[in-house]
Structure formats: structure tokens, C-alpha cells
């Protein structure tokens, strides 16, 4: 059984420095790309980042770019989200994903129907 649990949200101050992890079980980890979506209340499911099985191939949605960074280490099937500079417009459940890396694009993994399998989320709250 497939199981992806977020960890590391929480409350803080605009300009201040999260990181958000994901600990995957279940799954070969290493031949999966993974992803970090958000959802803020009202809005739709968004794409922020996405990290293929290779490592050194990333993806951002604008909106993070030059502010969040995403990375994996496979020896403890672990995703991480390193979010610095926060902005109130980033508050947000987080949502962690993986999908089958079929050597595609990386754009190819910045759709929610790409990914198979989801966590429950946490909450990322930033204040002003």
C-alpha cells in the first residue's frame, strides 16, 4: 500500500523560511518523479514543483520560481520542499504526489492527472 505523509507546515511571518517533507513508502521510490501541489480555500489544485527520477531535472511553477526548491533523497524515500522569502498568497494546504517517471519531459509532470498517488496534505499558513 502506497503511502505519502507531509510534514513541516505550519504558521509564519511573510518572509520567513519553511521546509516541507514527504516521506513515501510502498513504492519503488527511485523510478518515481515527485510532486508538490497546493490548494488554497475556493481555489483549484496548483502545481509547484516537480523533481524527476533524475535528480537534476526540475520544474516550477512561476509563481515559486527563485523562491522554492524541491529535492529528493532516495535512500530515505524523501521529498523535500525548501520554501524561502514566504508571501500571505502562498498560504495553502500542501499536497505531495508521485508519479511513474517514464523519462518524459518534466513538463509532462506539472499536470495533477499525471500522478497516481497523493497525501492527505499540510497546512502552510503565512501571516502579513
Known amino acids: 500500500q502506497v503511502q505519502l505523509v507531509e510534514s513541516g507546515g505550519g504558521l509564519v511571518q511573510a518572509g520567513g523560511s519553511l521546509r516541507l517533507s514527504c516521506a513515501a513508502s510502498?513504492?519503488?521510490?527511485?523510478?518515481?518523479?515527485m510532486g508538490w501541489f497546493r490548494q488554497a480555500p475556493g481555489k483549484e489544485r496548483e502545481f509547484v514543483a516537480t523533481i524527476m527520477r533524475r535528480a537534476s531535472s526540475t520544474s516550477y511553477a512561476d509563481s515559486v520560481k527563485g523562491r522554492f526548491t524541491i529535492s529528493r533523497d532516495n535512500a530515505k524515500n524523501t521529498v523535500y520542499l525548501q520554501m524561502n522569502t514566504l508571501k500571505p498568497g502562498d498560504t495553502a494546504v500542501y499536497f505531495c504526489a508521485a508519479a511513474h517517471d517514464d523519462y518524459s519531459p518534466s513538463y509532462y509532470y506539472t499536470r495533477r492527472t499525471r500522478y497516481n498517488y497523493w497525501g492527505q496534505g499540510t497546512q502552510v499558513t503565512v501571516s502579513s
Open positions: 510502498g513504492l519503488t521510490f527511485s523510478v518515481f518523479a
